[in-house]
């Protein structure tokens, strides 16, 4: 709004003030009224300096306007006592300052102040009394006040382009009269006339030196402007930075750049173009210069600080926008593996740039590596080079986008592996920090800078099975190096506070199955880790988070094993919070303790690697409550299995009892099949009345106790042995499902078994056939049934623990055939060691030829004891192996050891997409 | 005419906001004004003053002179100092006004506050001090050049009283304490200082990292051993001598210069641009142990001050550029007066000069001026 219209709606206190305003002063309130846009779009400020022409001109024009407001009035009443009005002021104008018009510039530019002011303090006192103005946009104040320091530091600059202009036409008025009258060397001392123009001359001289020094002042202050802005910058940069970092840990952070990237590109484009203006100043001083010239000592000074300025905000400006990372591990960026593609970017946020100047982005790997011995050394494979792509559209920006790198380790003198014993450094492979670091020639308006970044430290392995503990150090470092390109702190990793480390774990937790851990599982982890009730100075070294650990594994291995199943198997039941996870014994039992008979919780072993169990009380009639768990499920159980059907199946065998599943409610009370309904796989229960060709079938997990075993007290937990068990329940044969045994005719389950206590069986079970394992290891044994039900069960359990496993065979109804890959396709089956090898029935590539036509084929059983898995595996050519290609955590073929590859052969679903493996990969 | 309407404008405002300070001013204000009248014809319109109307004029640069109206600027808005100032003498002839700094200053204070104009020219007030060697298109130390018109304005205020609240109002009072290890004999000598000049670097060459540390550093005994012995009468022989200086008095404006220009190893002498923050409060008994002051309680519950202006000097020793960034203490806002431009500004640009290492041409803080919380506490 226009400054006049805002004054005349001023409440009447204010208004009082204008009025008193206008009754003292020689500008009657007439003239301002009908000229009050003319009156506000002039500069009367500049017009007032002392010798002005500006001032004369202004005048005039002023009085040319009041005499066309006179001309274009009408003859009405009103307009008539106006008319006179302003006949009058133009008449009272003209001789109170024909002389001095930089008189009349002076007063309109002060009324104009004054006036301002008067609205300023209305505008103060209606703020007090309104109530505060709901705010639209939640802007946090900070963002407020840079975009109101942008937007202040353009209008400044505005003015100071302003005033160099005004500064060039009063430079060649004063040329063109210097040059036009100024005659040394002739005697002019009697021309009154030469004398008058070179007095006229030396006052447009002055007022020449004056205005150099306004505009000098001026671009002094704008400088200290844009030196609190950059500052506001650089300090929101370094929040970003640390958004970035904690981002890589997967903490949830906004790391979006637009926005900083508007606001360096705009102080970048305001500073350049006060280059520009300083180079057009120091143009004219090179036109103009004389003695004492300020531009002469000032601009040299102004140049220097504001190239300072530039530098340091390019500097800053160049950023690494995605640290190094490998896409097929998107939550672990910073670890690298040899010979794998990864991706890193560059951005550089004041997106300014030359057209014709072609900006060419490098990157180096450990460009000052640290002397350390043993440090190995890398080269980037592929182009390490690139220009700097310039999208159009303002979502782009100046990006350098590297996307298909790879490592290769420099080998020194053509030694082979050997010699890494001879040269290995203190620092283990997974310690050793790496940096890549990104040059940019930049070159825009006649400033030429290099440019540099570099990434965060990351950590370079040559296989898979490094991953974990290479990600203990990315989160160590991250954590808690101070100096973010610190490559030698592991030589002395400090210990972690333990508030730290706990946020940084729920981190993890957060980012793999999307729930964080609570501050009981903090709890229990702190009670873990330092014995006690932690403190808040408790802190943690790295030898006890990554190395040692009591029960043959570390903290991090536990931990990260933990994840590994979270992701593989329950990432939704973990999600959703079913699972209590992180409960020590002695709280567990405080839980359970006082609920009822069958409540149960499930937690995570604390005493093997990756293993999730159950643990349910019961109240026996007399004595104290008993609490029981099953030997922990791992990643080799749970594949075959789903948790919430272990759990809705589970049953537990006591000698002269019905099975009964002992699981009864989630802790603290909700019902089992309410808290699991929605996890349950779907069941195909058959119709009866409908024909099939298959009975339907599915697995349950059972644990048995003996008789004579006695009921534990809190002090033993009893560790209920449980073994695989096949059930064939249901006609049913619409699916092609077949799991476990498909047993033929016989509808009732006959479950046979044999234990001894506190040992892990070894049961096969089929019908017809038994196999009790009074010895352990039970040979292995395979089974041929009945005609349309084609399916061996493999019960290989060691007495380790071992994985079970497990190998299934579809069948289509009405075809006698072997699926899923043609008649040999029977994927290789291992037990926990190599000596309980254990193969599927047409392993030896006998089945095929009989399966098509044969409804009962012999029995057959291997010579298994002489196979040994290393002879066994280049076998493998062209069979199923069922992994799952999608996950980031399991490890990847070629890298898996074998007792691990075999665990994960297991197939619960025939749609389950077959992964080919080459036997290769073994190798 | 708009000069008049100004006039009427201050008046109102003082009716407006009046704090007790402000009517005590306007008061003397006034008595100032007969009596000036009465001597001095020129001195129409000397009410009203610059550190009370709403507006900060700014000052010409006429030749280098950006270091000195800086200071002037600094002086000009401490209402203390213009307390001072409105009382001074006037002499009477023509040749001694142009030679007088204080009448000069008061010249250019006036015409500050009664012009309308954004900025005047300090032109009288140089020539004379040009008049008493303080040459133009020189670029001076800020710290040196304020002593020098101290030392002027001091001379020349003639009144024994005035003299007294002059000093009063700017002199720190230290007692320098030399003890012989040997035979702990010790000698105490008062002294006062304008300025406290604290180190940036301490005794190893160590960067301190805060305005606090300087000063601790600044009050830290120093042990002379070696080449730095004294000769001790009790001891008869040369001894090692531990010196000290502890803090007896401070005045109602502290002056704090931060010695940024210092000597390398060489003769050679370069600015330290790195940071060093500066609180906006300052306690001094929270950053001078016990023995380091020699002060009654009640001298000491006075030692709250609050930052009042910064003098910052941007560019390096040979060429450079002060500004002041100056609190006006009627309305508690800052100022940034860059010679003829003034702006309001917030704490934040303020803090822009605390330095950056990287940026040795940035504007960094050279004198730093802390004003008492409770000027009234200190009279009782």
């Known amino acids: 709004m226009a400054q006049w219209q805002e004054v005349q709606q001023l409440p009447p206190a204010h208004l009082e003030r204008v009025h008193q305003l206008y009754t003292t002063t020689a500008l009657p309130m007439t003239v301002r009224q009908s000229l009050a846009d003319w009156i506000e779009d002039q500069d009367w400020q500049q017009a007032a300096e002392p010798f002005s022409s500006h001032a004369r001109m202004l005048f005039h024009s002023l009085l040319a306007l009041l005499g066309e407001q006179l001309g274009s009035l009408g003859p009405g009443d009103e307009d008539f006592m106006l008319k006179h009005n302003l006949r009058k002021a133009r008449i009272d104008l003209q001789a109170a300052f024909e002389e001095q018009p930089e008189n009349f510039a002076n007063l309109v530019a002060n009324l104009l102040q004054e006036e301002r002011r008067i609205l300023r303090r209305a505008q103060a006192k209606g703020q007090l009394e309104a109530p505060p103005a709901p705010n639209v946009a939640p802007q946090s104040s900070r963002e407020q006040e840079i975009q109101q320091r942008l937007a202040e530091f353009r209008t400044t600059l505005q003015e100071a382009e302003r005033a160099f202009r005004h500064l060039e036409d009063l430079q060649d008025a004063f040329d063109f009269s210097y040059k036009m009258y100024y005659q040394p060397g002739q005697d002019h001392s009697r021309d009154p006339e030469y004398l008058q123009q070179v007095q006229a001359l030396q006052a447009k001289l002055q007022s020449l030196d004056r205005q150099r020094r306004e505009v000098v002042a001026q671009l002094q202050q704008l400088l200290g402007r844009s030196e609190t802005l950059r500052d506001f910058l650089q300090q929101e940069l370094s929040a970003w930075r640390d958004r970035q970092q904690r981002s890589c840990l997967g903490a949830p952070a906004d790391t979006c750049l637009l926005q900083l990237q508007g606001w360096f590109t705009a102080l970048g484009e305001g ?24 531009l002469q000592t000032e601009l040299p000074l102004l140049e220097k600080r504001l190239q300072e300025q530039l ?613 | 005419m708009g000069q008049r309407g100004g006039h009427q404008e201050s008046w109102k405002k003082l009716e407006i906001s009046p704090s007790e300070v402000m009517k005590a001013e306007e008061e003397n204000s006034k008595e100032e004004n007969k009596e000036l009248k009465s001597k001095d014809c020129k001195l129409l319109s000397v009410f009203g003053a610059a550190d009370l109307r709403n507006g900060a004029v700014g000052l010409y640069n006429i030749g280098q002179t950006c270091c000195l109206n800086s200071l002037l600027q600094v002086f000009f808005m401490n209402i203390h100092f213009t307390k001072i100032l409105r009382r001074i003498i006037v002499p009477v002839r023509a040749t001694q006004k142009m030679k007088n700094v204080p009448y000069q200053m008061l010249l250019l204070l006036e015409q500050m506050q009664c012009g309308k104009q954004k900025a005047v020219s300090p032109r009288e007030l140089a020539i004379c001090l040009v008049a008493h060697r303080v040459k133009l298109f020189v670029q001076y130390d800020a710290a040196q050049l304020f002593l020098t018109i101290w030392n002027l304005l001091k001379k020349q205020l003639k009144n024994p009283e005035l003299v007294g609240k002059l000093s009063d109002l700017y002199t720190v009072c230290v007692q320098e304490h030399l003890a012989c290890q040997t035979c702990s004999s010790e000698t105490k000598r008062n002294s006062s200082m304008l300025t406290l000049p604290v180190p940036l670097l301490d005794s190893c060459s160590h960067k301190l990292k805060t305005l606090e540390e300087c000063l601790q550093c600044f009050f830290h005994p120093e042990e002379l051993t070696g080449q730095n012995m004294c000769f001790c009468e009790h001891c008869g022989k040369k001894t090692p001598f531990l010196q000290s200086v502890k803090l007896v008095h401070l005045p109602q404006t502290l002056t704090i210069h931060l010695k940024r220009f210092c000597f390398g190893r060489s003769a050679y002498i370069h600015k330290l641009s790195d940071c060093l923050p500066f609180p906006q409060d300052l306690d001094f008994n929270a950053v001078l142990t016990e023995q380091q002051c020699e002060a009654y309680d009640s001298e000491k519950d006075t030692w709250q001050y609050e930052l009042f202006a910064v003098v910052a000097h941007s560019g390096s020793i040979s060429s450079g550029h002060y500004c002041a960034y100056i609190r006006s203490l009627t309305e508690c806002k800052w100022y940034c007066f860059n010679d003829s431009i003034v702006n309001q500004v917030s704490w934040d640009d303020v803090k822009c000069t605390y330095g950056h290492s990287d940026l040795s041409w940035g504007q960094t803080a050279y004198l730093l001026f802390y004003m008492k919380k409770h000027p009234l506490r200190s009279l009782i």
């Open chain 1, 311 to 923: 530098t340091c905000l390019l500097q800053s400006a160049f950023v690494v926008e995605q640290q190094p990372c490998m896409p097929n591990t998107p939550k672990r960026p910073l670890v690298l593996r040899t010979a794998n593609k990864f991706c890193t970017r560059a951005r550089l946020l004041v997106r300014l740039h030359d057209r014709n100047h072609r900006m060419e982005a490098n990157i180096h790997i450990d460009r000052d590596p640290p002397k350390t011995r043993g440090f190995r050394k890398f080269n980037i494979l592929t182009s390490s080079s690139k220009t700097v792509l310039v999208g159009d559209s303002p979502r782009e920006g100046l990006v350098c986008d590297f996307q298909y790198l790879t490592l290769k380790e420099q080998k020194g003198g053509g030694s082979g592996k050997g010699s890494r014993g001879t040269n290995e450094g203190p620092l283990a492979v997974t310690e050793e920090l790496h940096l890549i670091t990104f040059t940019l020639a930049y070159a825009y308006c006649g400033l030429e800078l290099k440019l540099e970044t570099s990434t965060l430290p990351f950590v370079i392995i040559s296989n898979n099975n490094q991953l974990s503990s290479a990600w203990a150090s990315v989160l160590w470092f991250n954590m808690l190096s101070p100096n973010p390109k610190d490559q030698q702190f592991f030589s002395t990793p400090p210990a972690a506070p333990w508030p730290k480390l706990a946020e940084v774990l729920s981190w993890q937790f957060q980012s793999t199955a999307e729930r964080g851990l609570s501050r009981e599982h903090l709890h229990m982890l702190a009670e873990k880790l330092f014995g006690s009730k932690p403190s808040p100075e408790s802190a943690l070294p790295w030898t006890k988070f990554s190395k040692d650990g009591a029960a043959g594994f570390s903290f991090w291995a536990w931990l990260d094993r933990i994840l590994a199943l979270l992701h593989d198997h329950l990432k939704q039941l973990w999600k959703d919070g079913l699972i209590l996870g992180f409960v020590s014994r002695k709280q567990e039992k405080k839980l359970l303790k006082v609920k009822r008979t069958g409540t149960f919780l499930i937690r995570f072993s604390e005493s093997m690697l990756g293993g999730v169990t159950c643990t349910w009380v019961e109240h026996p009639e007399n004595g104290p409550p008993a609490f029981r768990a099953v030997v922990p499920y791992t990643s080799a159980e749970l594949a075959s299995l789903a948790l919430p059907d272990i759990i809705r199946d589970y049953q537990l065998l006591a000698e002269e009892n019905i099975p009964e599943n002992p699981l009864l409610f989630l802790y603290p009370d909700t019902p089992r099949d309410e808290a699991f309904q929605p996890y349950y796989s779907q069941r195909h229960e058959g119709i009866l009345t409908e024909k099939k060709a298959y009975l339907n079938q599915r697995l349950i997990r059972v644990s048995s106790r003996q008789p004579h075993e006695m009921w534990q007290t809190e002090e033993d937990l009893v560790v209920a042995t449980e073994d695989l068990e096949t059930l064939q329940l249901k006609i049913g044969g619409q699916q092609p499902m077949s799991l476990g045994t498909v047993l033929e005719g016989d509808v009732t389950p006959r479950i046979l078994q044999a234990e001894s206590p506190g040992q892990q069986q070894v049961v096969a079970v089929g019908v017809g056939t038994q196999q009790p394992g009074p010895q352990v290891p039970v040979p292995p044994s395979l089974q041929q049934l009945g005609s349309g039900g084609l399916g061996v069960l493999q019960s290989g359990m060691g007495d380790l623990g071992a994985p079970v496993v497990l190998k299934l065979l579809q069948v289509e109804p009405g075809e006698q055939r072997v699926l899923p890959t043609g008649g040999s396709a029977i994927g290789p089956l291992l037990g926990s060691g190599a000596s309980e090898l254990l193969l599927g029935s047409s392993a030896m590539g006998l089945l095929p030829s009989e399966l098509g036509d044969v409804e009962r084929l012999p029995l057959q059983e291997p010579d298994l004891g002489q196979l040994e898995a290393a002879e066994l595996l280049p076998t493998l050519d062209d069979r199923d192996v069922l992994l799952d290609p999608r996950d980031p955590f399991l490890p990847q073929p070629e890298d898996v050891s074998l007792p691990t590859a075999a665990t994960s052969l297991f197939t619960a679903d025939c749609d389950f997409p077959p992964l080919q493996i080459d036997a290769s990969d073994f190798q």
């Open chain 1, 271 to 294: 500073l350049f173009q006060l280059l520009q203006l300083l180079r057009g100043v120091g143009e004219l001083r090179q036109k103009v210069t004389y003695e004492q010239d300020p």
